[in-house]
């Protein structure tokens, strides 16, 4: 009997999950965010002010007070924290909260509130094993793009506006690239985050281009998935410079 017993407990995959440090550090993580957002809200200093107090940006603890105010019961938040991937049997991490939190209106599939709409997100993303990119997609696929409150366009003012506005842009790709390459080089099964991220560098590059006048670096011919990444990535900064340069020029 304890033998039978011990093999069951091994073939329940959300038990063994338990074991992996990864799931801990998530729910800490998790935690950790939840209780920020709880002492920004109920605190009497500003967000910008408290964010100078510690140190963090502001707009992380916008984001950490608005995750606190969407999952103020902590049947809520437990329900959040208790959601498992269908594969990895890992929670859903903190990078799926922002993206859960631009839902303000109910989504009759999944119920009749807010709160529904965020969960039945959830879930599905967990059911369905969704990257954060992907649940962001399908919430703007499913309940459309939020609306601006201004009502126009944006329309920067000048050229060098431009510029300087995707400039700034390429420096999260650049980072992100570089993320992207260090995990597939030490994971296999990394290969749907390669793809996704040459995706989305290919439109950033196209854009880009358009704003100033430079050639888009070709791979080599063979070159792996992972040489061809860096070697766009190199294309990106040295993109980067020739946008800045003029704006430096101005600036002296």
């Known amino acids: 009997m304890p033998k039978a017993k011990s093999k069951q407990q091994n073939s329940n995959p959300t038990a063994s999950a338990k074991a992996d440090p990864k799931v801990q550090q998530i729910l800490?993580?998790?935690?950790?965010?939840?209780?920020?957002g709880r002492k920004i809200s109920d605190g009497n200093l500003s967000v910008k002010k408290f964010a100078i107090k510690i140190g963090i940006n502001e707009r992380?603890?916008?984001?950490?007070r608005a995750f606190y105010l969407a999952y103020k019961s902590?049947?809520?938040?437990?329900?959040?924290?208790d959601l498992r991937f269908n594969e990895s049997?890992?929670?859903?991490?903190?990078?799926y909260i922002k993206y859960l939190l631009t839902i303000k209106t109910p989504f009759t599939k999944f119920g009749k509130t807010v709160?529904?709409?965020r969960n039945g997100f959830a879930e599905h993303a967990a059911k369905n094993d969704l990257s954060p990119a992907q649940l962001h997609?399908?919430?703007?696929?499913?309940?459309g793009r939020p609306k601006s409150s201004h009502g126009k366009k944006y329309r920067p003012r000048d050229k060098a506006t431009a510029i300087e506005g995707v400039v700034r842009e390429a420096v999260k790709w650049i980072k992100r690239c570089d993320a992207a390459i260090e995990l597939v080089q030490s994971d296999e099964e990394a290969d749907k985050t390669l793809l996704s991220l040459l995706e989305h560098f290919s439109q950033w590059t196209s854009n880009a281009v358009k704003l100033f006048p430079v050639s888009k670096v070709k791979a080599k011919k063979g070159a792996s998935p992972e040489e061809s990444?860096?070697?766009s990535l190199d294309g990106i900064l040295v993109l980067q410079s020739k946008c800045l340069a003029p704006l430096n020029v101005k600036k002296v």
């Open 74 to 81: 902590k049947s809520e938040f437990q329900r959040f924290r």
């Open 115 to 117: 709160e529904d709409a």
């Open 60 to 64: 992380t603890l916008r984001t950490r």
């Open 229 to 231: 990444m860096k070697e």
């Open 28 to 36: 800490d993580t998790l935690q950790d965010h939840w209780d920020m």
């Open 89 to 95: 049997k890992r929670p859903l991490d903190s990078s």
């Open 137 to 143: 997609d399908l919430i703007k696929r499913e309940c």
